[in-house]
């Protein structure tokens, strides 16, 4: 059974950083990408960074380029997000998931299968 739970969220100031993770079970982890989406009170569902298999390619939303880093442990089985120089609208509840290949890609978000429990991560003063 695949399962991806996510940690690390909280409440942080304005400027400050966490670090989520997600505990990646039941599939081989080195062999898919995999993706941070988040959801902000009332929004939609938004792409914020997504990483090959190996690790070697990485995409970020504009929204977050140069403040959030992506990175995957394949030994661990576990992704991360470091969330640095923290914004009010960077309130959301993170979620990871799966990708159904090595590359990361960005289909409709109901093709997506397998999505974690989110970490919510809230931004204020």
């Known amino acids: 059974e695949v399962q991806l739970v996510e940690s690390g969220g909280g409440l942080v100031q304005p400027g400050g950083s966490l670090r989520l993770s997600c505990a990646a079970s039941?599939?081989?982890?080195?062999?898919?990408?995999m993706s941070w989406v988040r959801q902000a009170p009332g929004k939609g569902l938004e792409w914020v960074s997504a990483?090959?298999?190996?690790?070697?390619?990485?995409y970020y939303a504009d929204s977050v380029k140069g403040r959030f880093t992506i990175s995957r442990d394949n030994a661990k089985n576990t992704l991360y997000l470091q969330l640095n120089s923290l914004k009010t609208e960077d309130t959301a509840m993170y979620y990871c998931?799966?990708?159904?290949?090595?590359?990361?890609?960005?289909?409709?978000?109901?093709?997506?299968?397998?999505w974690g429990q989110g970490t919510q991560v809230t931004v204020s003063s």
């Open positions: 998931i799966k990708a159904p290949s090595a590359e990361y890609d960005f289909l409709p978000f109901n093709e997506y299968n397998y």
């Open positions: 039941g599939f081989t982890f080195s062999v898919y990408a």
């Open positions: 990483i090959n298999s190996d690790g070697g390619s990485t």
